[in-house]
């Protein structure tokens, strides 16, 4: 069975970091897209940052460009969000989830896999 989860999350000061985990198994981690997504209250699921496990090609949302960098494991099977410099506005539960079926995207309806979320607060 596949399987994700995610780890990490916590209350975090603004201006502070947090690494999160998704740790992964049950299919060919290589050959594969691995994606954070988050959800804050009252708000829809947003991706915000994307990882082709087999080749290491990353994309990234604007609003956390230059401040997340997701990396790949593949010795773990696992895959890292480092969020620096938190803002109060990346308060959310934060998801990761596999796509297993290329071409690979950052649209959440593609992903088949999803992991049960961790919470990341950012208070100011």
């Known amino acids: 069975d596949v399987q994700l989860q995610a780890s990490g999350g916590g209350l975090m000061q603004t201006g502070g970091s947090l690494r999160l985990s998704c740790a992964a198994s049950g299919f060919t981690f290589g050959n594969s897209a691995i994606g954070w997504f988050r959800q804050a209250p009252g708000k829809k699921r947003e991706a915000m940052s994307y990882?082709?496990?087999?080749?290491?090609?990353?994309w990234y949302a604007e609003s956390v460009k230059g401040r997340f960098t997701i990396s790949s494991d593949s010795a773990r099977n696992t895959v890292y969000l480092q969020m620096n410099n938190l803002k109060p506005e990346d308060t959310a539960v934060y998801y990761c989830?596999?796509?297993?079926?290329?071409?690979?995207?950052?649209?959440?309806?593609?992903?088949?896999?999803w992991g049960q979320g961790t919470l990341v607060t950012v208070s100011s």
């Open positions: 989830a596999a796509d297993l079926r290329p071409p690979y995207s950052n649209f959440d309806l593609e992903y088949e896999y």
């Open positions: 990882i082709r496990t087999g080749g290491g090609y990353t």
